[in-house]
């Protein structure tokens, strides 16, 4: 059976599981919808509490792409470590179809 991931959201603080989240976003994706009726209902307020918090944002934003940067992964197909940020790249090379490949072969 496939483990699913699972992230915490920094909106709601609660674990959710990876597909409730889109990309590498840091918030699940209710709290991304919370917050976008938010931003149409006080754009006034969401923008005063941007500039005012900005240069934490940003640093927090660097911090986590600090993070995702060294996260790593098994690739169950290739049956190695690879890096997450690179995971979409991976699936296209040659190795990884090659080996896609060979399992579907195995399969049949
Ligand atoms: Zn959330
Ligand atoms: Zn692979």
Redesign the pocket.
């Known amino acids: 059976m496939e483990k699913k991931e699972e992230k915490q ?1 920094s ?4 674990k ?1 599981s990876i597909d409730q989240f889109r990309n590498e976003n840091r ?2 994706n ?2 991304i919808a919370r917050w976008v009726r938010y931003k149409q209902n006080h754009p006034e307020r969401v923008q005063r509490y941007y500039e005012e918090n900005k240069e934490r944002f940003l640093e927090e934003k660097k911090e986590y792409r600090k993070m995702y940067n060294r996260r790593e992964e098994m690739c169950e197909v290739c049956n190695y470590t690879i890096k997450t940020c690179r995971r979409a790249h991976h699936r296209k090379t040659q190795i990884h179809l090659a080996n896609l490949e060979k399992i579907e072969a195995k399969n049949n």
């Open positions: 959201c909106g709601c603080k609660v959710k918030n699940c209710s709290c």
